[in-house]
């Protein structure tokens, strides 16, 4: 399988804000400053971006699949004010902890979707999170893990052992210039 250039991104405190109480409307999804630029950037340098987030709250109730999806076509309508360039691909585990899927971060079935719905490898790609888990995630296929210290980022920063060779950046936008130097 061939290798491109891929960024893999994390979404809730990555590119929008968190909330412990869940994201669960499109009224609630709101990019973190300089996000959606940052992904402008890497699509007009040539970069795959994919997506790979746990949306348990659609497990527990809190929100549909159909809301989920107006999340994303927001998040879509706003990069397509930057660029005319789409995200290439969103994968989610709509799963509750401990139900057993091979999808939840940080197991490897997101992606094990991505890289066979792209058609590429992702060794030696970036992938970047907030969280331990997405660290973890990128792991299972030899990606580069980049830790942001936004939403959860500066917590886990603090409060988790990071895998070695993790890098570690303020925010999005940040990493995304180091990214593109």
């Known amino acids: 399988m061939q290798t491109e250039k891929i960024v893999v991104l ?8 968190d909330s412990d109480n869940y994201i669960k409307s499109a009224d609630e999804w709101i990019p973190i ?5 940052a992904i402008a950037k890497l ?12 949306q348990s709250g659609i497990g ?10 107006e999340m994303h076509q927001k998040f879509r309508d706003l990069l397509s004010e930057k660029t005319d360039m789409d995200i290439d691909l969103i994968t989610y585990c709509p ?12 197991e490897p079935g997101l992606l094990n979707q991505i890289s066979e719905q792209l058609g590429l490898g992702l060794e030696n790609c970036w992938m970047v999170g907030d969280s331990l ?3 973890q995630l990128a792991l299972t296929h ?3 893990p980049v830790l942001v210290r936004t939403g959860k980022g500066s917590s886990t920063e603090i ?10 950046f303020d925010d999005l936008s940040t990493a995304v210039k180091h990214m593109l130097q």
């Open 95 to 106: 799963h509750q902890p401990g139900e057993g899927c091979d999808c939840r971060k940080p």
């Open 133 to 135: 888990k997405d660290l």
């Open 10 to 17: 994390d979404r809730d405190g990555v590119i929008n804000l």
């Open 43 to 54: 699509k007009e340098a040539g970069y795959l971006v994919a997506i790979a987030t746990n």
């Open 142 to 144: 030899r990606m580069q």
């Open 159 to 168: 409060n988790s052992e990071l895998p070695a060779g993790t890098v570690v």
């Open 60 to 69: 527990r109730g809190y929100f549909s699949e159909d809301i989920l999806a």
């Open 33 to 37: 400053e300089g996000s959606i630029e």
